[in-house]
T-cell receptor, first 113, second 112 residues
Framework: EAQVTQNPRYLITVTGKKLTVTCSQN?????MSWYRQDPGLGLRQIYY???????DKGDVPEGYKVSRKEKRNFPLILESPSPNQTSLYFC????????????FGPGTRLTVL | SQKIEQNSEALNIQEGKTATLTCNYT??????LQWYRQDPGRGPVFLLL?????KEKRKERLKVTFDTTLKQSLFHITASQPADSATYLC???????????FGKGNQVVVIP
């Protein structure tokens, strides 16, 4: 089944404790992206990657890092989480070129205390 | 600045009626526009795409129109059902790459 998976689905952590949210897709998509969704603010893009070893900032990259060493994986790293990073996070992927829908993961609900 | 606007008020509609949602944008020259459905706590799911040179697109009970002069897209759900209750997001492709910019979404509640 074609899908985007994220882990963990739920995470409660404390300020300053480094964490990684994993994202993996099995559709051989070149493009992957991370979004955060907050009430009243909608979906905002954090980082995106056009292909392996090609990442770039989205609209709200501060406090986040990403890497793209393999085509299928695109982890989101919070080196020193803060309470304002409490949010619902979504990973998405799509093919590049042409007109393509984005496939979203199930989401990771992160709470930073 | 670039904006994508959707109605922040939920649309309550009687089962069987047509729900119509609006997506307005400014300072974009989108090659196409997409609509997604999102259920609470879940990832958005792609529904329809309409290109800039298309006026209307249909898929089952869904219809999308795209007016680049008005900078507006309308999303219609005909013969609405309670299972259509969700938040619907419009998204515009930014020029130059695959980045999508999303509206904040418009909630639809279909009343049995």
């Amino acid at each position: 089944e074609a899908q985007v998976t994220q882990n963990p689905r739920y995470l409660i952590t404390v300020t300053g404790k480094k964490l990684t949210v994993t994202c993996s897709q099995n559709m051989n998509h070149e493009y992957m992206s991370w979004y955060r969704q907050d009430p009243g603010l909608g979906l905002r893009q954090i980082y995106y990657s056009m292909n392996v070893e090609a990442t770039d900032k989205g609209d709200v990259p501060e406090g986040y890092k990403v890497s793209r060493k393999e085509k299928r994986n695109f982890p989101l790293i919070l080196e020193s989480p803060s309470p304002n990073q409490t949010s619902l996070y979504f990973c998405a992927s799509t093919r590049t070129g042409g007109v393509n829908e984005q496939f979203f993961g199930p989401g990771t609900r992160l709470t930073v205390l | 600045s670039q904006k994508i606007e959707q109605n922040s008020e939920a649309l309550n509609i009687q089962e069987g009626k047509t729900a119509t949602l609006t997506c307005n944008y400014t300072n974009y020259s989108p090659a196409y526009l997409q609509w997604y459905r999102q259920d609470p706590g879940r990832g958005p799911v792609f529904l329809l795409l309409i290109r800039e040179n298309e006026k209307e697109k249909r898929k089952e009970r869904l219809k999308v129109t795209f007016d680049t002069t008005l900078k507006q897209s309308l999303f219609h759900i005909t013969a609405s059902q309670p299972a259509d209750s969700a938040t619907y997001l419009c998204a515009l492709k930014r020029v130059g790459n695959n980045r999508l910019a999303f509206g904040k979404g418009n909630q639809v509640v279909v009343i049995p």
